[in-house]
């Protein structure tokens, strides 16, 4: 919901960070894997309650996936470097749900599992519009320099790090705070799912010649 806001905000800076990383000679896609794999060592961490840790390296990884955006608008952006960026992007979103599980199985398992369910909704929905929305040539104002079609939502970028941060600062309310950041995802992706079924619709009552 805030995510075109803060792009705009926060963009200045993730360039001014991102040119010394352009100096020594790392890649976008180098800063996309680093930040993963920093990421999901917060899986472990999350598995031994270790949530101070677990809340610093998740943050590094959101770093990380504004800066390797910025590393590639100096450099150059691919559709390579969009690939892995958005698929480990969802990979991630996943595996911190998880470690809450593993970190009590007995309080935590139904939540994280309808949480991660309701990623695989908030995720298809967003990534099945983005490939059609190529395939039709259909733009996306907000996200000018994203290399697929952001669809928005009432929980985007934003309001997910600030729930993983409420779960590691409060996590023996993790199940309470992860079913009510569920409820809310799946609004986005009711909203997605009929958003983007009614722009596909009319796009191609406007063009009845593509399939």
């Not at 929305?133 to 697929?148: F, Q, T």
Request: glycine share 8%; net charge neutral.
């Amino acid at each position: 919901m805030f995510d075109p806001v803060l792009s705009r905000t926060i963009r200045p800076l993730l360039k001014a960070c991102a040119r010394p990383l352009v100096k020594a000679g790392i890649s976008a896609d180098q800063v996309t894997i680093a930040g993963f794999v920093i990421g999901i060592l917060a899986v472990p961490a999350l598995a031994y309650e270790q949530y101070t840790l677990a809340l610093v390296l998740i943050l590094i990884n959101r770093i990380s996936d504004g800066l390797d955006g910025a590393v590639a608008r100096i450099t150059q952006t691919s559709d390579a470097g969009g690939y892995l960026d958005i698929s480990l992007d969802f990979i991630f979103y996943s595996a911190i749900p998880f470690g809450f599980l593993l970190a009590d199985i007995q309080q935590n398992a139904v939540a994280a599992g309808f949480l991660m369910l309701t990623f695989m909704g908030t995720g298809a929905t967003f990534l099945a519009f983005a490939v059609l929305a190529n395939k039709r040539g259909i733009v996306n104002p907000s996200y000018p320099n994203k290399s697929l079609h952001y669809m928005g939502g009432l929980t985007e970028g934003f309001e997910t790090i600030a729930a993983f941060v409420i779960f590691c600062l409060w996590p023996q309310w993790f199940w309470f705070t992860a079913l009510l950041f569920a409820g809310l995802c799946w609004l986005t992706a009711l909203t997605r799912l009929w958003a983007g079924y009614r722009t596909l619709q009319t796009n191609l009552s406007l063009d009845p010649g593509k399939e």
